[in-house]
């Protein structure tokens, strides 16, 4: 999108587009851009009657969304904002603002019961303003009668009620249809927000069966749909909005339609980097790559432009409505995620199945879990093993989101992001009173001292340390060294200082826990666990009995 280098000068660099959404916005103000403009020549290619494209936030869902809307609608001339994209040199430009188009975003629907209502009918509403001229059409008195209650249900904004506008959207279509003569186009962003909200908010079972109405009247049985697109996080399933649509497209992470369209590619990275005077080399790749969608290897578009404006190498991406429902479809998982969320963060990759298709808050295993975490960024597929089994290696992609997983392991462990931070810097340091202190401090804050109630249960204090300092060590856990099997070894992967940590656990409250620390001490020493280490190492000893604990230093 930059050809001479007067244009890449400071004085003329383009502007980063960060929290820009419209594209009218982006190209009319002169924006960097990433010409996605091809996605329009797929789209037409494949005739599909209904596209449904799941991706993580900060993907480029709406600025796509948008861009098709704005291609599209027949109320707009969009020529001067494609003048300089791909689209225009192929035979479909001639579908350039040829169709009555809506476009509807939910983002926004989100909060309590009432604030997702009132945003879905304001989205509504828009559409109804901006097509008025369309109900001056004479109607039938049946159509006359329908209209008014609908634009009553519409300016009814807090009844938090959907079931009274359930043919809206269908009706809206109906009128452009008769007024332009044309089939219509169809583009709602962020479709399943007001589903998660539901879910995390305790009202799913009151909202699902108007919004799913809502949806199925316009997507499925409307005679006047041409082709519609949706984009959301996960595919929404149980409501039968799809059941039996012709022709519907469902593209995950994992299918190859649209993959390269939604984020930055490996070239688009770099050539956005270049032309704000940064490169993308290996540090920049560790932070921010590893995500697969389809055939393509994909960077968070979000990530690169914060780092192109600040420069500065650091995590941008937050996801916080996925996260909310991250944490709570965690805290009902089973055992088997338990496990399998242990060996990820352990190893950081983890083979198993996945499901996509369905979400999790519809059908609650741990296939679908995982499956969620694939489909919100939190992991992608790294490899897969057999498509027919679902069976894939998922691996956390990239430093960035290796730090969004210390929130969820807190979270898992029942402790805060703050303490286990501190924890572990503090042993970094060899701040040995800082550590003790803090130790105990989160002991003291557990629910109760059932998760922490026998040797075995040092995996928990092992989670914490392989989200916190796996970038900088080697953690080994259980494995056969020297003499014996340590609990746990933080071998420097920096040629620093190297730790061994060796648990003991007693629920004898006479027992001397100074002296069971010093007998794991020696027992680090006798069984020589630090046989594979080189440079300095320090031992640890950790004597347990319900909260109270003593540590001993060597």
């Not at 494209?53 to 869902?61: A, E, L, V, Y």
């Not at 300089?84 to 035979?91: L, N």
């Not at 609908?150 to 009620?161: A, E, R």
């Not at 490899?383 to 997983?405: A, G, H, M, R, W």
Request: charged share 25%; with cysteine.
């Amino acid at each position: 999108c930059y050809n001479s280098r007067k244009e890449r000068s400071v004085h003329m660099r383009k502007a980063i587009p960060l929290g820009v959404v419209d594209y009218e916005t982006l190209k009319n103000q002169n924006y960097f851009f990433i010409d996605k403009s091809m996605m329009i020549y797929d789209f037409l290619m494949r005739k599909s009657t209904v596209t449904l494209i799941t991706r993580p936030r900060r993907f480029g869902k709406t600025i796509n969304i948008s861009m098709m809307s704005s291609f599209f609608d027949i109320t707009k001339d969009s020529k001067e904002i494609f003048k300089d994209t791909k689209i225009v040199e192929t035979e479909y430009i001639s579908e350039m603002n040829q169709y009555p188009t809506i476009f509807i975003s939910f983002a926004n629907a989100k909060n309590d019961k009432w604030n997702v209502v009132k945003e879905i009918k304001l989205q509504l509403r828009k559409e109804y303003d901006r097509y008025a001229h369309v109900f001056e059409q004479k109607m039938t008195v049946f159509e006359q009668n329908e209209y008014e209650s609908l634009v009553q249900g519409l300016m009814t904004k807090n009844d938090g009620l959907l079931d009274n506008i359930t043919d809206a959207l269908s009706f809206l279509m109906e009128r452009l249809e008769k007024y332009y003569h044309k089939k219509v186009m169809v583009f709602i962003d962020e479709y399943d927000t007001p589903f998660i909200e539901a879910h995390v908010g305790g009202y799913y079972e009151e909202l699902r069966g108007g919004l799913s109405s809502l949806l199925h009247n316009a997507l499925k049985t409307s005679t006047s749909l041409h082709y519609a697109m949706m984009t959301g996080i996960q595919r929404v399933g149980k409501e039968n909005i799809f059941s039996d649509l012709n022709n519907l497209v469902v593209c995950t992470v994992k299918d190859p339609e649209y993959s390269q369209y939604f984020g930055f590619t490996e070239e688009e990275t770099k050539q956005t980097l270049e032309y704000y005077d940064l490169s993308l080399n290996d540090e920049v790749k560790s932070m921010y790559d590893g995500y697969h969608f389809g055939e393509h290897d994909i960077y968070n578009p979000w990530s690169i432009l914060n780092y192109a404006s600040r420069k500065v190498l650091e995590p941008y991406w937050v996801n916080t409505s996925s996260n909310t429902m991250i944490k709570k479809a965690i805290s009902s998982s089973d055992e088997a995620f338990e496990r399998g969320y242990e060996e990820l963060i352990r190893n950081g990759e983890l083979e198993t199945t996945v499901k996509m298709d369905t979400s999790f808050f519809e059908v609650n295993n741990t296939e679908n879990l995982w499956g969620l975490l694939v489909n919100a960024g939190y992991l992608t597929l790294h490899k897969t093993i057999s498509i027919q089994d679902s069976l894939y290696i998922i691996k956390i992609p990239n430093q960035e989101v290796q730090l969004e997983f210390r929130k969820l392991t807190a979270y898992h462990l029942k402790a805060t992001e703050t303490d286990l931070t501190v924890l572990f810097n503090s042993l970094k340091r060899c701040k040995k009173e800082d550590f003790e202190d803090r130790y105990r401090k989160i002991l003291l804050t557990l629910p109760s001292y059932h998760d922490l109630k026998d040797e075995n249960s040092y995996h928990m204090m092992l989670l914490g340390m392989c989200a916190w300092l796996s970038s900088e060590y080697e953690v080994i856990s259980n494995r056969k060294v020297g003499k014996g099997r340590c609990d746990i070894i933080l071998k420097s992967k920096k040629n620093q200082i190297s730790y061994i940590l060796e648990f003991k656990y007693t629920n004898d409250s006479s027992v001397d826990l100074k002296q069971l620390a010093k007998s794991a001490i020696d027992q680090i020493n006798s069984r020589r666990y630090d046989s594979e280490l080189s440079g300095t190492v320090i031992r640890i000893g950790l004597a347990q009995y319900q909260k109270n604990v003593e540590i001993e230093w060597q």
